[in-house]
């Protein structure tokens, strides 16, 4: 009895799959006889059912083939109206492409039963009329273009509502009215450009570039109430464009001839330091059974130059372990170069070896031991120091993930995996505090000197951690610094050559501005112009374009525009070319922190850490 039962629903259950995909299929057929076309479709009515789903030209089915989820027919030559009641009738479609055809008349009504739809493509049609006026009745509406068609109603309101729209492209339409203030959710890709809207650019819309609103009568307001910019047409924005690139590259050049000339004095050093025998190239690499300090220390080595070790180092190595243990270069810094060494138990650390020090050794001994006494999770700890006649060594906690300016700007491309908005703001968090407990040392007089994201980490929390401190004072390098660090010296340095706590709030400003524009403190591009990043971000903020400035990587984020745009404010503010103007470093903590306080919450943490739905946009192009 029981198998019958059994048996009885699986024929049911076979024959209503059978009935539904009966169904798709003629409502295929009755779209394709009442909707002319110029090229012909293998869609043949006596053909079985499961040949719609495995052979039919642009249908895909469900996974057991018992519904059509998707119809993709680009460029079919379809002309005139969509007929009534035969595509709506596909109640499971969840993928609509009928781009590139000559389809005509209004938007289908009837389509409001496609329940499902998640991606609709109907660019380069003749549409006209009214856009729905309730999107909603798709809550699943992820990819909607619409552009090069001639819609020419208003964009309803009732867009703003759908959470999972990704993708928004209705450019080159006749669309009118205001536009809505849709960027709330994880809306990614926008382009309005070539219509006929109006009024002004919602401040969710902000952190889309310009060129997406562009062809229109709208304008965008920029934080503290400033004067609305009128969008020129078209034509006359390239022109603006290119002016304002004249004046980046006529400020830049400066810059440039400075960058030239102290990457030379860079590679004149390494060069020399080459000849002397040291045998140490500038790139990595891995030098077995021996330090390459070794030689030089052990010509002078001195019995009573002891590695000082400060309190509460667990380490138990010496000098002579040092010197055996393998090394590898990590690179030449502002101070000398540094390496990592393993030694024999396995524990890493950073050797950095100091050159040309303009002070004695109780200047450094004193400087070190109060960088030493330093304990705080986002200061990296000073483990020991030593010093000789001829050789100064300090010896930190090796960090695995290696530096900010690494994740930033190493091997952008296709392997990359790209810095997240939560991680750089972690950075951003743990470096200020870093750089605050630093400030309260010495009767709130020490200074780090040398803030750069080659100087900064991520401690085992993830959050910024800084090290290097106090070096630049006991160094004889403010005369010539190398190209790198240039971008982070404040404008007065170049004449009080003094590092200061407002200088380093100056530095850790352009660190921001790094972290938010992925881009070097001083960099090329690829025309060869050296672009000073401070300058380059205040042009583009001077026109209001502050959209622009963001790094591309931090797109894919949902909802960090306002976040990214406070932490901006906080940027420009530090890189105040007045010393006086910029705020302290405990005023810049409690900034920082406060980003993520007054915008953020628990769901949007959530939210932008999980990763946008990437086979969205290779859908459609997979297709026909
Ligand atoms: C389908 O089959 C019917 C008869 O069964 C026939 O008259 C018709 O021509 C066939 N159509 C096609 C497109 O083969
Ligand atoms: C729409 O999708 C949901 C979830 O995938 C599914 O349960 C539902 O049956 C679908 N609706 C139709 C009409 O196919
Ligand atoms: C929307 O899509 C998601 C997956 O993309 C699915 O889980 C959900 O059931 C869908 N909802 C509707 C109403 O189709
Ligand atoms: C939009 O286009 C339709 C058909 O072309 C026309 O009838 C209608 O008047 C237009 N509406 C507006 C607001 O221009
Ligand atoms: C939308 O259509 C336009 C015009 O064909 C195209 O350039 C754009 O890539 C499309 N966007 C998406 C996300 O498919
Ligand atoms: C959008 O959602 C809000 C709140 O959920 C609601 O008040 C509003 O009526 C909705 N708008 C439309 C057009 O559906
Ligand atoms: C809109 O039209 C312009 C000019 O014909 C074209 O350059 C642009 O790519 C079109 N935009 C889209 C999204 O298709
Ligand atoms: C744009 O809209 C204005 C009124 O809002 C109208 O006068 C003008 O003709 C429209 N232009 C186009 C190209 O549709
Ligand atoms: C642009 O919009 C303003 C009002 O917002 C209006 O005064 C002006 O005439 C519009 N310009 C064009 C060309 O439609």
Not at 174 to 186: A, K
Not at 274 to 281: A, L, P, T, V
Not at 292 to 299: F, G, N, T
Not at 561 to 573: K, R
Request: with cysteine; net charge neutral; aromatic share 8%.
């Amino acid at each position: 009895m029981k198998i019958f039962t059994f048996f009885l629903m699986g024929f049911f259950l076979l024959t209503t799959n059978a009935i539904n995909l009966e169904n798709d299929k003629n409502a295929l057929l009755d779209f394709m006889h009442n909707l002319p076309h110029s090229r012909s479709l293998n869609w043949d009515m006596n053909s079985s059912l499961s040949s719609v789903c495995t052979q039919w030209t642009g249908v895909t089915c469900n996974e057991d083939m018992t519904r059509v989820i998707g119809l993709r027919l680009p460029g079919v030559g379809f002309h005139g109206h969509i007929p009534k009641d035969t595509i709506s009738r596909l109640s499971s479609l969840q993928i609509l492409s009928l781009r590139s055809n000559g389809i005509s008349g209004q938007f289908p009504v009837d389509f409001f039963n496609l329940k499902n739809l998640s991606l609709l493509y109907l660019q380069f049609n003749q549409f006209e009329g009214e856009l729905p006026k309730d999107f909603t009745v798709w809550k699943n509406l992820t990819v909607v273009n619409f552009s090069n068609n001639k819609f020419n109603g208003s964009i309803s309101e009732s867009i703003c509502n759908l959470t999972h729209l990704t993708v928004l492209n209705l450019a080159n339409n006749s669309l009118v009215g205001q536009i809505p203030d849709m960027g709330r959710y994880g809306l990614q890709v926008l382009d309005l450009a070539n219509n006929n809207l109006s009024g002004v650019v919602p401040k969710s819309l902000h952190k889309f570039p310009k060129s997406v609103f562009v062809g229109n009568n709208v304008s965008i307001v920029y934080g503290n109430g400033e004067v609305p910019i009128v969008m020129p047409p078209k034509a006359n924005l390239k022109t603006g464009r290119k002016m304002s690139e004249k004046v980046i590259l006529g400020i830049v050049l400066g810059v440039s001839v400075f960058g030239i000339v102290a990457f030379g004095v860079f590679w004149i050093m390494c060069c020399m330091k080459r000849d002397n025998g040291d045998g140490i190239g500038i790139s990595s690499k891995i030098e077995k059974g021996g330090m390459s300090p070794e030689k030089a220390i052990s010509r002078t080595q001195d019995a009573n130059n002891r590695l000082v070790f400060f309190e509460g180092c667990n380490y138990a190595f010496d000098l002579e372990d040092l010197l055996r243990a393998s090394a590898e270069v990590l690179g030449k810094g502002t101070f000398g170069m540094s390496y990592k060494a393993i030694l024999e138990d396995g524990t890493s650390v950073v050797v950095k070896r100091l050159k040309e020090l303009s002070s004695g050794k109780k200047e450094f001994e004193a400087q070190m031991g109060v960088v030493g006494s330093i304990k705080h999770e986002n200061v990296v700890e000073l483990r020991a120091y030593y010093y000789s006649k001829d050789e100064k060594l300090t010896v930190c906690e090796y960090y695995s993930q290696g530096s900010v300016a690494a994740m930033l700007h190493g091997k952008r491309g296709e392997e990359r995996v790209p810095l997240d908005w939560e991680t750089r703001l972690r950075i951003a968090i743990g470096a200020a505090r870093g750089i605050a407990r630093v400030h309260t040392e010495t009767g709130c007089k020490l200074v780090h000197g040398n803030i750069k994201s080659s100087n900064i980490f991520l401690n085992s929390q993830n959050y910024g951690c800084v090290s290097d401190i106090g070096l630049s004072s006991i160094m004889s390098q403010i005369a010539t610094p190398i190209a790198r660090a240039a971008g982070y010296r404040a404008p007065e340095l170049t004449d009080t050559r003094k590092v200061t706590q407002p200088s380093d709030v100056y530095s850790f400003g352009v660190l921001l501005l790094e972290l938010l524009t992925g881009k070097s403190p001083v960099h090329t591009t690829s025309g060869d112009e050296v672009i000073h990043l401070v300058r380059w971000v205040h042009s583009v903020v001077r026109e209001e374009w502050t959209g622009e400035v963001f790094d591309v990587e931090l797109l894919q984020y949902p909802n960090i525009e306002e976040e990214m745009v406070e932490m901006l404010q906080i940027a420009m503010s530090c890189v105040a070319r007045v010393p006086d103007q910029r705020p302290k470093m405990t005023e810049v903590v409690k900034m920082v922190e406060d980003v993520r306080r007054s915008t953020g919450s628990e769901s949007r943490l959530r939210e932008s850490s999980t990763s946008p739905r990437p086979e969205v946009f290779e859908t459609e192009a997979s297709g026909l």
